[in-house]
């Protein structure tokens, strides 16, 4: 035998020997009601774990010999949670910050996309993939990552595709791909040679009918990019497994999904569920996976169908069926431990029989130091002046009493009511910042390194308000832009300056004074913190907006604001 096969042959004769009571397992799970996502059932049992991955269901333990015993008392014993679809960086948090969050929620594994970070680290983006992948295998939680389809260069992503943990390529652009991208092309032949899988935004809105047969022809994996019952019911008919999604400023949309999968009587194989976008915060808050379950039971699906969209069908939609998803032999122990199935709890969480959290605090998690990825702020507003901020209507009534302008609202995202022409008063020749009587901030959308004249999109905002100061903040990917959201051309113009000079940042000013920073060294997009020091910064940013007059609901203003760049880039707002 060669030393593969040596070590294989050590491993299948160490279970055997197990199971006829020669040799020590590691872990023995007692008193369990076992989930049975095959059969769709609920069993009691024990569980038996060695080397990381199941071995037996209900052992004899009159033979048995284990490190360690494990009393259920009783609980429900489910499969690791999975989050099919989720950005790295829309938690702004690094990845051992995540697990923090993450993990107590009992989320064992994410497939996730990195593409906004190694978009802006531009030509460093396969040493910053590097960076970011070092010692994933450390983490308390599983990590399947993507290359990046939309947002860089061909040659990164090819890069990309040879690390480890990357199983194929992220989402395409659904802009690009549909006007015969040649790096589109590339970038889909090689994840073809490879075997790997390809995730869908599909884009439905944007597509016509024809284009609708490209994802799915050349080999998508999935879809994502769903956001009515119309969307869902082509998404499943052209064969994608759909992602039904929470994502930040969204919270009603997954709801009108779970409406119509309901109201339709959709067979839930179809489906999984993921998070796309969500803050730390909304995961301290109200939860990861556990709590999307817990919605799906609260909008009339069965409890075990719900709990089979975030386990089972997602290890089967990336053909991993084998590895994870269900508590049957061979599949990795990733095991959470509740005490009721239509509202998930998980008051234990393993990961490799490992357990790693309780009663939703983090017990184990790895220590990669990612101060190699922070990097100095390049400024690019040296020349911006207030005038450029004022906002210039798109038309005027005929008397000059109303002018007609663009306004933003943050809770439209992946809506056509994101942004809207609407008719304002003027005075004195100039807008005011009120819309049906219902007085607004401003938002100016500034490209940060111009060659020639700068873009500058300047309109109404709904979602954040200032009575004075203001706010600003930054993102990188695809291009760099800031948006700031004021009263006063002045202040907005002096806040974009402080942002400027950090790699990236969000920060309120008021008279000429920082009232609260919160950096993001890592490439302009994630935060060198930890949980506590990442929640504190996003805190301090809206404690300081409420004094200049912001009542802030859901998720951080921080968070409200990035959302903002999905949406302006969707739809073309910028250069």
Excluded at 219 to 228: E, F, K
Excluded at 527 to 545: F, H, K, P, Q, R
């Amino acid at each position: 035998m060669n030393a593969l096969e040596a070590a294989h042959y050590d491993k299948v004769r160490a279970i055997f020997d197990i199971l006829e009571g020669r040799s020590e397992a590691d872990l023995l799970l007692k008193n369990l009601n076992i989930l049975d996502v095959h059969g769709e059932t609920v069993y009691q049992g024990s569980i038996l774990v060695y080397d990381k991955r199941i071995i037996a269901l209900n052992p004899d333990e009159g033979i048995l010999k284990v490190k360690e015993v494990f009393d259920g008392k009783g609980l429900y014993a489910i499969p690791g949670l999975i989050d099919a679809h989720i950005h790295f960086e829309s938690q702004l948090a690094h990845p051992t910050a995540l697990a923090e969050a993450m993990v107590p929620c009992g989320t064992t594994t994410i497939y996730a996309e990195c593409l906004d970070l190694l978009s802006a680290a531009g030509e460093e983006g396969a040493d910053a993939a590097e960076k970011l992948f070092r010692d994933y295998d450390q983490l308390p939680y599983r990590l399947y990552a993507f290359a990046p389809g939309k947002k860089t260069s061909a040659d990164v992503a090819e890069a990309v595709l040879d690390m480890e943990p990357v199983i194929g390529l992220g989402e395409f652009e659904h802009f690009t791909y549909s006007a015969g991208s040649d790096d589109d092309f590339r970038k889909a032949a090689w994840v073809r040679a490879k075997g790997g899988f390809m995730n869908g935004h599909w884009g439905v809105t944007a597509l016509s009918d024809m284009m609708l047969n490209y994802l799915p022809a050349i080999g998508v994996s999935n879809n994502h990019d769903v956001w009515n019952a119309k969307d869902i019911e082509k998404s499943i008919r052209y064969g994608f497994p759909t992602h039904i999604k929470f994502g930040v400023g969204s919270s009603e949309v997954i709801k009108v999904l779970l409406r119509a999968i309901v109201d339709r009587k959709w067979p839930t194989d179809n489906f999984m569920l993921c998070t796309d976008n969500i803050s730390v915060e909304r995961l301290l808050a109200m939860g990861h996976m556990d709590w999307i379950i817990s919605l799906c039971v609260e909008m009339g699906i069965n409890p075990i169908h719900a709990i089979k969209m975030a386990t089972y069908n997602t290890a089967r939609s990336f053909h991993m069926e084998d590895r994870l998803g269900s508590l049957t032999p061979g599949r990795f122990a990733d095991i959470v431990l509740t005490d009721s199935l239509s509202k998930i709890n998980p008051l234990y969480v393993f990961k490799d029989g490992a357990l790693v959290a309780r009663d939703r605090k983090l017990l184990k998690n790895a220590e990669i130091d990612y101060s190699g990825m922070c990097k100095n702020g390049l400024p690019g507003l040296g020349d911006l002046t207030p005038e450029q901020l004022e906002i210039v209507p798109l038309e005027i009534s005929l008397d000059g009493s109303q002018g007609k302008v663009l306004l933003f609202d943050v809770y439209g995202r992946g809506h056509a009511k994101f942004h809207q022409e609407v008719w304002v008063p003027l005075k004195d020749g100039k807008v005011v910042a009120e819309v049906d009587g219902l007085e607004l901030s401003r938002l100016s959308v500034v490209q940060r390194y111009a060659d020639g004249k700068r873009h500058v999109v300047n309109g109404l905002f709904k979602g954040v308000h200032v009575n004075r100061g203001a706010v600003a903040t930054f993102w990188p990917a695809p291009k760099p832009y800031f948006v700031v959201v004021g009263q006063d051309s002045a202040d907005m113009c002096h806040c974009l300056s402080r942002v400027d000079s950090y790699a990236g940042a969000c920060v309120v000013t008021e008279n000429g004074t920082d009232k609260a920073v919160m950096r993001l060294d890592i490439y302009g997009v994630m935060a060198n913190m930890n949980v506590a020091e990442l929640t504190s910064a996003a805190g301090a940013i809206d404690a300081a907006l409420e004094e200049l007059g912001n009542r802030n609901e859901g998720e951080p203003v921080v968070n409200k604001l990035l959302s903002l760049f999905i949406s302006l880039h969707r739809f073309r707002f910028m250069a």
